[in-house]
């Protein structure tokens, strides 16, 4: 059964300026225990950066992380978005058809205002299901 997105993402997302070091973005994602987190500047969504973007677009390109900024390692525009009135099937497709695991969601005027993972999806969707417990595991196990 679909529900609508606004019911399932994470209202408190972590979001950071396109200047921000790589280096302080990957604390607060370890710090807010996210594995992405917005970039927006000025209310607009500018980009969003994951775990794995450090990992490829900085780390394993040898950049600086304290020097490299973020708006030049993350995913960029356009970035696959939903709206709060999205339903969870929506975001299912959109994540299949991308190849993505996360979602930024975002006001009609473009304004972010959440995140929806797979995570999110699966403890919603399929409560028992090996990915929701997954998703709701403590990074330390």
Do not use: N, W
Request: proline share 7%; hydrophobic share 40%; aromatic share 2%.
């Amino acid at each position: 059964m679909s529900r609508m997105v606004r019911d399932v993402m994470s209202l408190d997302a972590v979001a950071v300026e396109p200047m921000t070091s790589v280096a302080k973005a990957a604390h607060l994602m370890r710090d807010q225990d996210v594995g992405g987190v917005l970039v927006s500047y000025d209310r607009d969504l500018f980009g969003m950066l994951t775990d794995r973007d450090i990992v490829v677009r900085a780390v394993a390109e040898d950049r600086d992380p304290r020097t490299t900024r973020v708006g030049s390692v993350c995913t960029r525009p356009p970035v696959v978005t939903l709206a709060p009135d999205d339903t969870t099937d929506h975001a299912a497709e959109l994540m299949r058809r991308y190849a993505v695991g996360r979602l930024p969601v975002v006001e009609g005027d473009g304004s972010p205002v959440g995140i929806v993972s797979l995570g999110d999806l699966a403890a919603t969707e399929e409560p028992g299901s090996p990915l929701a417990d997954i998703g709701r595991a403590s990074p330390d196990r």
